[in-house]
Nanobody
């Protein structure tokens, strides 16, 4: 059984910053990929950023230059540092972990960018 738990969401003004954290726990030997997706109301879930265990990262075009992803493989954690936030970044942010052929998701954390 694998459990994914996100934290760090909230309300922030445009131009502000937030840091999301995600912890994976349970019967885990190793995690190939950990990352973040988001889903705004009425829209499909989309990739924000993800990182392999070797440190290779992918970013959505909308996140490049503003967001940074990092991992602590020993702790099975992944972080998303979001800077220069825009109202269009408002969404529920979901953490994911790809482990031995299966994808696990957290329950999501709300990020709202508004003045």
């Amino acid at each position: 059984q694998v459990r994914i738990v996100e934290s760090g969401g909230g309300l922030v003004q445009p131009g502000g910053s937030l840091r999301l954290s995600c912890a994976a726990s349970g019967s885990i030997v190793s995690i190939h990929t950990m990352g973040w997706y988001r889903q705004a109301p009425g829209q499909q879930r989309e990739l924000v950023a993800r990182m392999s265990s070797g440190g290779n990262a992918d970013f959505a075009d909308s996140a490049k230059g503003r967001f940074a992803i990092s991992r602590d493989n020993a702790k099975n954690m992944v972080y998303l540092q979001m800077n220069s936030l825009k109202p269009e970044d408002t969404a529920v942010y979901y953490c994911m972990a790809y482990i031995l052929g299966s994808t696990y998701w957290g329950q999501g954390t709300q990020v709202t960018v508004s003045s």
